[in-house]
């Protein structure tokens, strides 16, 4: 933070000055400094996953995370909107969520998780595996049935892609 209370962040490949104070929660920032309102903003304690962002490539739940110490490129879900266009198809065709609002925090998890995946898993291990990545991702309407179906389709159809174009 500079002396006059500005604060320098990369926010989806983009550089802004946001002036609120190093105590303010990440999430305030996007959403009322930078209207990146994707990011949902539930228990505000940490507990429900719905505010998640990248920082760099983890997520972080930014309600709990002070402005002050981002550190690095910060990424919302409207950052990643093409990068996931295939997992967001697929949870509207399956039907993966009801009001969504856990929705964001789901999707930017999937993301880090898409993006780290490299080897071929099991299709058990590859439902654990996404069943871990969301744990911390409260969902008071659906099941994660839905949910871990669509990204098993999306992880399958990208590796058959991927197959097809070697
Ligand atoms: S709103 Fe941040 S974890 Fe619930
Ligand atoms: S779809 Fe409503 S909380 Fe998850």
């Known amino acids: 933070m500079t002396a006059d209370g500005t604060r320098s962040l990369r926010v989806n490949g983009d550089q802004v000055e946001v002036d609120l104070g190093g105590a303010?929660?990440?999430a305030e920032v996007l959403r009322d400094?930078?209207?990146l309102r994707a990011t949902k903003?539930?228990?505000?304690?940490?507990e429900c996953g719905a505010c998640t962002v990248l920082v760099g490539e983890r997520p972080v739940m930014s309600c709990v995370t002070p402005v002050a110490l981002v550190d690095q490129p910060v990424t919302t879900l409207e950052g990643l909107a093409e990068e996931i266009a295939d997992v967001r198809a697929e949870f509207a065709d399956r039907g993966a969520f009801q009001c969504g609002f856990c929705t964001p925090g789901q999707l930017v998890h999937i993301a880090a998780l898409l993006s780290r995946s490299s080897e071929t898993l099991s299709d058990e291990d590859l439902a654990e595996s996404i069943r871990a990545q969301l744990s911390g991702n409260i969902c008071r309407c659906t099941g994660y049935q839905?949910?871990?179906?669509?990204?098993?389709a999306v992880v399958w159809r990208r590796e058959a892609d991927e197959m097809e174009s070697r």
């Open 24 to 26: 303010t929660p990440l």
């Open 33 to 35: 400094a930078l209207g």
């Open 41 to 46: 903003l539930a228990c505000r304690r940490g």
């Open 146 to 152: 839905a949910i871990t179906a669509a990204v098993c």
